[in-house]
């Protein structure tokens, strides 16, 4: 029995037919997410997430591995992780019963216990009559909020005639939802209730035409704009993924990842950027604030003479080399 165990845990044969199934059809969710459970029962369970979250930014339909990410984190006491992963993947496939019934448990297990509530009835809904063995859960979940003083929580409005034209009309025209989007230094602020219409109709065109880099780009500016840094981020990265050479998408990452304080992250597509685009200004004003954030005063120096030589009217980048050297001179000043 041990044997046979340790020959299972220790199948590296398999593990190479498994990674080589991934290299070679990257766009399929199946292969990252067989790859991740053979490694999680390995007992590599961080090597399984990665190829989870690598597979995340690649797959077509990435359901099956938000899913099983979300059970992994939820597993390893990262509940909060956990249960956004579990509601990713049912609100991509609200009709999966395992995936509603699993965020549930989850939600309740992580201490929301209202929102269980809400997720816990839906999931009775889609079991139909094998619905039955849940509702023993739903009345304990609604005795221990009604226990705690509190209320279920409620779904959301429906939406007002607005967004719905918002939501048409993104559908019709997906290049709308960039145009709600004020550009840097222009005045107003678009109202989060229309951002989340172009948001939903872009998400279901994405169900739609999975392998379109260009929605995905225009659905992690649109969650930018929202705060959502994390949905944002898994957009940008799904574009790159389906167009190595879209520039722009390597921008909206970097920027995505600076704010999230992935400055490693950052650099590296930045660089990518560099190299795309060697004559764009902007990739090398970035890439010097970048280098000039971790402390490499050197780089950042050349990075921002780079943007000037590109572009004379750049005063960001005249700043950032004024500042490198001040920087500079005061530590040779210390020294």
């Known amino acids: 029995m041990h044997r046979s165990e340790a020959k299972r845990r220790h199948d590296y044969r398999k593990e190479a037919r498994l990674r080589d199934l991934v290299q070679a059809e990257p766009g399929r969710a199946q292969g990252h997410s067989r790859l991740a459970a053979w490694l999680a029962r390995s007992g590599r369970v961080g090597q399984a997430q990665d190829v989870l979250r690598r597979g ?53 297990a992580a201490g929301r216990t209202a929102a269980s509530v809400e997720t816990l009835r839906d999931a009775v809904r889609l079991a139909g009559a094998q619905g039955r063995r849940l509702v023993w859960l739903l009345r304990l979940a609604e005795r221990a909020v009604m226990e705690s003083g509190g209320r279920p929580a409620r779904r959301p409005p429906a939406p007002s005639r607005e967004e719905a034209a918002i939501e048409q009309i993104v559908t019709r025209d997906p290049e709308v939802a960039g ?75 970097v920027r995505l990842y600076r704010k999230s304080g992935r400055a490693d ?26 280098l000039n954030e971790q402390g490499r005063p050197d780089e950042a120096a050349v990075a921002y003479r780079r943007a000037l030589d590109l572009g004379a009217d ?11 050297a001040a920087a500079v001179r005061s530590q040779g000043g210390g020294a």
């Open 56 to 108: 995340l930014a690649a797959a077509d339909r990435p359901a099956d591995l938000d899913h099983l990410l979300g059970l992994m984190l939820c597993s390893a006491g990262a509940w909060e992780s956990g249960v956004r992963h579990l509601e990713r993947a049912a609100a991509r496939e609200p009709a999966r019963f395992t995936f509603v019934r699993d965020l549930a448990l989850a939600q309740a």
């Open 179 to 253: 145009a709600l989007i004020p550009r840097k230094g222009a005045p107003g602020t678009p109202r989060r209730e229309v951002l989340r219409a172009a948001r939903r109709a872009l998400a279901g065109l994405l169900a739609e035409r999975p392998t379109h880099a260009d929605l995905y780009f225009g659905l992690g500016r649109v969650a930018e704009e929202l705060g959502e840094l994390d949905r944002a981020i898994e957009a940008a990265e799904k574009a790159i993924a389906l167009n190595p050479r879209y520039v722009e998408a390597c921008l909206l990452a």
């Open 265 to 290: 992250r950052a650099e590296d597509r930045c660089r990518a950027a560099a190299d795309l685009r060697p004559n764009w200004a902007d990739v090398h004003l970035s890439l010097g604030g970048i």
């Open 314 to 324: 750049s005063d960001e980048a005249r700043r950032g080399v004024e500042a490198v």
